[in-house]
């Protein structure tokens, strides 16, 4: 698969180097040409640095490792060269005080398919400290992270689904790009729990086995009847 990373962030770094080692062809692409080529040299010889407009017109999936402020006007002017393609959005709308910054509007994916109408956007891998995709792979207590995927072409999923197994993680279906907004309040609640709080966030879900309460509870009486 042919990916376009749009950025030379950590993000960009933590992501882009797990695809790399499954195979993909990678081109990064930044306004700096030294970052990009600092990043892509660091990957390997098959990693290219570029332009973010070669970057988004060699992707078939095009990344989007961009700060909230700046995504949706890079992504603007490069629409043309999108269209079509995967755009993959792990951006987190959250400012000071972790508050969301996208209350009361679209979501940070939602203002990118609005400036790139022709592309398929795609919400993932927005939870995460990008320290943890560094983690090859990043397995907990046994278990592959799960990194929940939202959009709406099924084409474009099944390619991100792909890319997220490649990172060792298991993808969950999220719901249609009108959920994105979903995930990246989740994304502002939990840094609150981890850095605010000190909180430890994976505890205030229960097991799946009991997300519905317990399926069987005996009244008092000991008889075993449902209450």
């Not at 070669?54 to 603007?76: I, N, S």
């Not at 679209?106 to 790139?116: K, T």
């Amino acid at each position: 698969m042919r990916i376009g990373v749009l950025g030379t962030g950590n993000m960009a770094d933590a992501l882009a180097a797990h695809w790399v080692r499954a195979g993909h062809q990678v081109t990064i692409g930044g306004r700096d040409a030294r970052r990009a080529e600092r990043l892509a040299t660091g990957m390997g010889s098959r990693v290219k640095p570029a332009g973010l407009r070669a970057a988004a017109e060699f992707g078939e999936v095009v990344l989007a490792a961009l700060p909230f402020g700046a995504g949706a006007d890079v992504v603007r002017d490069l629409h043309v060269a999108l269209e079509g393609k995967v755009l993959l959005d792990c951006s987190n709308p959250v400012g000071p005080g972790f508050r969301l910054l996208t209350e009361g509007g679209p979501s940070a994916a939602q203002r990118l398919a609005a400036v790139a109408p022709k592309a398929h956007v795609v919400k993932a891998f927005n939870l995460c400290h990008e320290d943890v995709w560094r983690m090859r792979p990043p397995i907990f207590d046994g278990r592959p992270l799960a990194v929940p995927v939202c959009g709406d072409d099924e084409r474009a999923l099944a390619r991100v689904r792909e890319l997220v197994r490649d990172v060792g993680c298991d993808p969950v279906a999220g719901g249609g790009l009108e959920r994105a907004g979903l995930l990246e309040a989740t994304a502002a609640l939990l840094i609150a729990l981890w850095v605010g709080e000190g909180a430890d966030a994976q505890a205030i879900a229960p097991p799946l086995a009991y997300s519905a309460g317990p399926s069987h509870q005996e009244t008092e009486d000991g008889t075993g009847a449902f209450r």
